[in-house]
């Protein structure tokens, strides 16, 4: 089971309040979980990959295990502390503005 | 008794107020979307409580929402709370927030890049909806205009948009380019007499018109003059802010460009300005009495460089000649220390008896009139940047 933290709007989105909890079949990877959690949640579509041509948001960033996984290829499978479910894979929002 | 609903969009979260038809008290709710710039709320004339709204962020990109019972409660259309995920083969749910342009062989392939701010071609990208226009007689059928501009459609209550791509593809498309809020399509307008017409205006390129129920477009800006850019009276490139029309007569449009305020009599074959004796013509709304065509308001601004109204005035001006002779509406409204902005989509009117006239502000407030601009009084005065407003006169 993948942990996943959402951030607050997309929690408000989703309408889930804390983690969610995700099956996904085979090799877990940024693109697999992702999908997954569109799956379980068909109104996140397009809210953390464009919707054309799936590439992360420009404001969004995924982390695990205090490191950034954002520029890494969404195939590249996720550390097995996430794997084993004893860390939580992180979708960020980035804090910009001001 | 009769009513009045208020649909406002902000920088963060939408708001619906709601009176009854002396329209003295309002009851307030809200925010909706908390977090979430709303660009857009329409309710369809043809089933009132049937409501869209354009959700958009700059980290989670475009929601598409709708509401059934007037505002109460929403959900994405084809993803309704609780209602299982799609089975293997079913449509995809989420298709409600997805914007995808044209690109088939038949279609979409010309329609490949406009002009950007450096002169250079560049790809049309989908950002965000501006506008969303439900038909006049099905609600199911409902059109959006989108940044970068284009025209998209849904038939089946918003799950899945299609564009228009012969708007983008009637040949100017490539000399478009972005103004300074980017390059969007913020106006459409239904012709209530005739179904196959339908306008829209863009920023920077103009205004457009179909007769074929939007299958084809051609521009309509001849009479208009932009001294701001290489050709000031060129086919396109002019920087449309907001066209308007009564449903009596809908030969005759009211437009409020970057500079000037203009009318046609032909549908946008010829224009004419009509700016008169405005202290200036600069400004973003315009709009049309709901009883009386020849009855038009707009907020001028002082300059597209300084957006507030005029010497800390705010005013918005009446002419009850169509154009060319205004008067000031200052009762009830701020006239001094007012730097506000009213931006092009926050003006509306119902239909009562008299004509009330709405409109927000980037301060946060909602301007009402219940006798037609003469006298003026908050109905919220602190919500975030008002970005639209929309008006539904209730049975």
Redesign the interface.
Do not use: E, H, L, R
């Given at each position: 089971m993948i942990r996943v933290v959402l951030p607050p709007h997309l929690r408000g989105l989703a309408r889930v309040s804390g983690e969610v909890q995700l099956e996904v079949a085979g090799q877990p990877t940024v693109r697999s979980v992702v999908d997954a959690l569109e799956a379980q949640f068909p109104m996140l579509h397009g809210t953390i990959r464009d919707h054309v041509t799936q590439q992360r948001r420009p404001f969004l960033r995924f982390f695990a295990c205090e490191e950034d996984l954002s520029h890494e290829s969404p195939d590249t499978p996720l550390p097995d502390a996430v794997v084993s479910g004893k860390e939580p894979l992180l979708i960020v929002g980035a804090i910009a503005g001001g | 008794m009769s009513g009045v609903r208020v649909l406002v969009g902000t920088r963060k979260g939408a708001f619906v107020l709601t009176s009854d038809g002396k329209r003295a008290k309002w009851d307030v709710n809200g925010p909706h979307?908390?977090?979430?710039e709303l660009y857009h709320i329409k309710g369809s004339p043809a089933d009132p409580n049937r409501l869209y709204a354009s959700q958009t962020?700059?980290?989670?990109?475009?929601?598409i929402q709708r509401s059934e019972d007037g505002g109460k409660t929403w959900h994405?259309p084809?993803?309704p709370?609780g209602e299982p995920?799609?089975g293997p083969g079913a449509m995809?749910?989420?298709?409600s927030?997805?914007?995808?342009?044209d690109t088939s062989e038949k279609t979409g392939k010309p329609l490949t890049t406009h002009q950007f701010y450096d002169g250079k071609q560049h790809p049309w990208e989908?950002k965000r909806v501006w506008h969303l226009e439900p038909s006049l007689t099905d609600p199911d059928i409902v059109y959006a205009g989108v940044e970068d501009a284009a025209l998209f459609r849904s038939t089946d209550g918003g799950k899945s948009w299609h564009e228009l791509a012969g708007l983008r593809g009637h040949g100017t498309g490539p000399m478009w380019q972005p103004g300074a809020g980017g390059m969007c399509l913020h106006t459409i307008v239904l012709d209530p007499g005739n179904p196959q017409r339908i306008f829209v205006a863009i920023s920077a390129a103009g205004a457009f018109r179909s007769d074929d129920a939007g299958k084809t477009w051609r521009p309509i800006n001849r009479g208009l003059k932009s001294q701001y850019i290489p050709n000031p009276e060129a086919e396109v490139g002019h920087c449309v802010h907001r066209i308007a029309l009564h449903p009596s007569r809908p030969n005759a449009l009211f437009m409020q460009k970057h500079w000037d305020v203009m009318r046609t009599d032909n549908a946008g074959d010829s224009w004419t300005e009509v700016s008169g004796n405005l202290p200036t013509d600069f400004g973003f709304v315009i709009d049309v009495h709901a009883h009386e065509p020849e009855t038009v308001y707009v907020v001028p601004i002082k300059s597209d460089g300084e957006h507030f109204p005029l010497d800390g005035k705010l005013r918005v001006y009446r002419s009850r000649t169509g154009g060319n002779e205004w008067e000031a509406l200052t009762k009830g409204l701020p006239q001094n220390d007012c730097y506000v902005n009213v931006l092009r989509d926050a003006m509306a009117v119902d239909s009562l008896d008299k004509c009330g006239i709405y409109f927000g502000t980037t301060g946060g407030q909602v301007y009402a009139s219940a006798d037609a601009g003469d006298n003026w009084a908050p109905i919220v005065r602190d919500l975030p940047a008002v970005l639209s407003v929309e008006v539904q006169t209730l049975p």
């Open positions: - | 979307f908390a977090g979430w962020s700059g980290w989670f990109g475009q929601v994405q084809g993803t709370p995920a799609p995809p749910k989420g298709d927030n997805k914007f995808a342009y989908f």
